[in-house]
């Protein structure tokens, strides 16, 4: 690739969530973040660019091939233009800051900084319970932003102030805090859905289909805008075991 090529890629990459360039030569231009770890390699063939990921997290690539199906090639990415390059980086960095193990990081960095600037002697107290749990559902909405591209996982309602993170398995019930910011645990709702999930009163199947509680009447379902078509925009094979003691509840409920 010739210097304005180059250019274009580091230039693409700094737009979309890479933004730092860690190698540049005529073959390949990597890029990396401080936002996360992962890093993208992208090249040029025969007037196409021809993307590979570097990254530790096994959920990465299979949501990109989700994402990006035509533009697959065995275990990298082959696109046509800058457009289309700039839509696979910065998906590609939206999962990064979303899916485990980055959302955890950020929340324990971002508790630290904000504990070091309150008064000495609160560590186990009610005062830090509350940062962290504060920090901690800021950082779980921010990665299910990304990770649903700030859409309703249901509806596709992309207007924020509606929207919810709405968790599977409650934080107070979440062993570790891992499991409490695993974006897996849980939708990107709007608000009258998210009343309901989060009462139990609807869950979703293994295929991603709405499950209503017994309790729940057709007629106030109607009311609440909800109806027995709905259905998760996908499903991830890691958001089953949540699913599943989510739904668990919801069946139970009379």
Sequence with gaps: MNPLQRTLIEKTGNDNGFEHVVA???????LASARHANRALVGLDNGAYHVRFET???SL?????????????????????????AALLRRAASLSRALPSQ???DYQQAVATELSGLPAG???????RMVRQRVGQNKFRDAMLDYWGGACAVTGVAIPEVLRASHAKPWAECATDAERLDVF??????????????????SFDEQGSLVTAPVL?????????????????????????????????VLQAR
Aim: glycine fraction near 8%; include cysteine; charged fraction near 20%.
């Design 61 to 85: 690539m299979p949501e990109l091939q989700r994402s990006f199906p035509a533009a697959q090639v065995a275990k990298a990415f082959r696109v046509a233009t800058e457009a289309e390059l």
């Design 24 to 30: 540049s030569d005529a073959s390949c231009v990597t």
């Design 185 to 202: 645990n849980g939708f990107l709702l709007s608000a009258n859905l998210d009343a309901l999930f989060d009462r139990f009163l609807v």
């Design 122 to 128: 609160i560590v186990g107290t009610e005062v830090e």
């Design 56 to 58: 530790g997290s096994q």
């Design 103 to 105: 959302a955890a990081n």
């Design 217 to 249: 009447a057709g007629a106030d379902l109607q009311l609440l805008g909800i109806s027995s078509g709905m259905k998760l925009r996908w499903v991830n094979a890691l958001h089953q075991p949540y699913l599943t003691l989510h739904r668990g509840r």
